[in-house]
Structure formats: structure tokens, C-alpha cells
């Protein structure tokens, strides 16, 4: 467990400081412990005025459960396969509050000169809901690491076909990917096609029910992002082993 602390805010009544963890698994890799890819997804969640978290709660099924699923799914897949790097598993707290469980985390590492060990980093958040049967799903960097976009792009056709995959070098501040880019870390927005799609972002009614293609999407999404860290994490064998 990374520990850290959540600033408290001047809601109505003032909420304190709180103290907050991203749990962390990791794998060790087999001829480069000391490269790391980083697989995230924020743990949180939060309804739309922030401050009120009694009379409006918001249950978070897309806004990430679904991430976190994801990350738990890719942690499991690679337990037993062979990797050469290290590979980092790991849900974050209050990304809702500002990205303060990656900023803790990434500020962490550089204080202890390990930021140069993450060679990569994969952020998923809300994979979970698809307006039509086309999948649409984005994968987000900035423009000083737009080049991993087509890695991913070619992953995607090859493994999961089936998703319509938008690519942009224009992300920003919106989720977890974003401190590590600040330091120069190769890192991808891994997720569906906008908050915007989903009517029931930061809602109570932010339910399983109410995400569409949930399974489908989320599994085309899990397999271009495996296919990603089979390749950065020196996985020779893809199929070896049942890994299918």
C-alpha cells in the first residue's frame, strides 16, 4: 500500500484532511526488475457538487469500478506469464479530489530517483459503456508521446478488432495518466469515448445497469491494453501457457 494524504476542503461542513492508499501489486520481472510498466485506475468516485457525499451519493459502477475491474483482470492475466520488466498494478485514491493519489505517487518517485524505472504507463478509466455497437474507445497521450499511438492502434487491430479506435495527442489534466506524462513518462488514456457519452457520469444513477456494451467494450479495451504490455514488458511467447 502507497499511503498519502487528501487535502481537506471548504465544503459545508469543512471536510478534514483524510489519509488515503493506492494498493499496489506487483511482478518482478525476470531479467529487468528494475523497469517497471505502471497499469492504473482510480478507485474513488464522487458525485457532481464534490461536497455533498450523503443525500447524493454517486456508486461509481463506470466512473471507475469498471477501471479498477480492469486493472484487477490484467493483474491476473499476467501473474503466471513470463515478463522481463517489472510490471505495477495499482488503484488510486483521490483522483475525484485532483489527481492526488498519482501525484502523490509520481512525487514519491521522483523524490527517491525512481521515476526513471517506469517505462510506461497505462491509465484505465470508465471502460465501461458504449453508445452503439461500433466500440468506439480513445487512447490519449500528449504530443511529446504521440508516438506510442500507433503501437497501440496496431495492437488494437490485431487483437481486438472489434473496437472503432479513436487516437489523440491532445490529453490533459483528467485522470491519472496525466503526472506521469509531466515527468516524461511514455503514458496512455486508455478508455471509452468521453465522459460526455455516458448520461450518468458523477450521477446516483451511476449503476451497472445503466452502462451499454459494458462487456464488450471493456474486453476489446483489456486486450489492446494486454497486448501493450506484453510487448513493453518483453513477453516473447504471447499465447504460451493458456494466456489466451
Known sequence: MFSFTV????????????SAGNPIGRKTGASLPDEWIVVGAHYDARNATRCDGTQAPQPGANDNASGCAGVIELARVFQNVRTERSLVFMCFAGEEQGLRGSQAFVNALLNSGDIAKVKHMINLDMIGHAIDDTLSARVETDAAQQSILPIYADHA???????????????????????FLQRGVPAAFTWENGAGIYPDYHQISDVPGNMQRAQPLASGILKMDAAMIATLAGVHVLFDDSFE
Open 7 to 18: 487535502p481537506g476542503s471548504a465544503c459545508s461542513p469543512v471536510i478534514p484532511d483524510v
Open 157 to 179: 487491430a490485431t487483437y481486438a478488432p472489434e473496437l472503432n479506435l479513436i487516437i489523440s495527442a491532445s490529453t490533459a489534466a483528467y485522470s491519472d495518466h496525466w503526472h
